[in-house]
């Protein structure tokens, strides 16, 4: 009996397919107008004062450790007060990748809202949890120190850049 169950949970591992995601915490938001040209509000610049708070979290997702993205889940949300103003700025999508460039810095992407449709991610950083060094000839897997995730979105005539690595 158990040759037939170890027989079975092996076929039954051949049959799952592991992904490797990544999760991360929203450390910094910055939104732009469409053009690039103004900023609208930077959380690193305005993160301390009075009625700021922004949170928001990503989800990357891979069949392998550095395989190509699968799947990417985002959101960001950001709030502030002005005076009287009530400012508050959101932005969330779970989307699969339908291509990406040779380099791994674009990624197009449909929406699985099917309000919002396809459009593009743009990876300014996205750095691994682990980093190969070299020292005195001999490599060495370690920890990475800045294990940043940062990509711009466009979107409702904004742009987002949007920056996981937490809020420390």
């Known amino acids: 009996m158990s040759k037939v169950l170890a027989v079975f949970l092996l076929v039954l591992s051949f049959g799952v397919q592991a992904e490797y995601c990544q999760t991360r915490e929203l450390g910094r938001v910055s939104i732009f107008d469409r053009l690039g040209e103004e900023q609208w509000v930077d959380s690193a610049v305005i993160q301390f004062a009075f009625g700021v708070d922004f949170y928001g979290e990503s989800r990357i997702c891979a069949e392998y450790e550095d395989g190509p993205i699968k799947t990417i889940e985002y959101d960001a949300n ?3 007060v002005d005076g009287t103003v009530v400012n508050r700025f959101e932005i969330y999508d779970m989307v699969d990748a339908l291509g990406f460039t040779q380099n791994g810095a674009r990624y197009d992407v449909r929406s699985r809202y099917v309000e919002v449709g396809d459009y593009e991610i743009r990876f300014i950083r996205r750095a691994p949890d682990r980093q190969l060094v070299e020292v005195n000839g001999k490599e060495y ?4 120190y800045d294990r940043a ?6 979107m409702d005539g904004l742009i987002w850049e949007l920056d996981f690595r937490g809020k420390e």
């Not at 897997?141 to 990475?144: A, K, R, T």
């Not at 995730?149 to 466009?154: A, H, P, R, S």
């Open 141 to 144: 897997v370690v920890p990475n």
């Open 149 to 154: 995730t940062i990509f711009m979105v466009e």
């Open 78 to 80: 950001l709030l502030y």
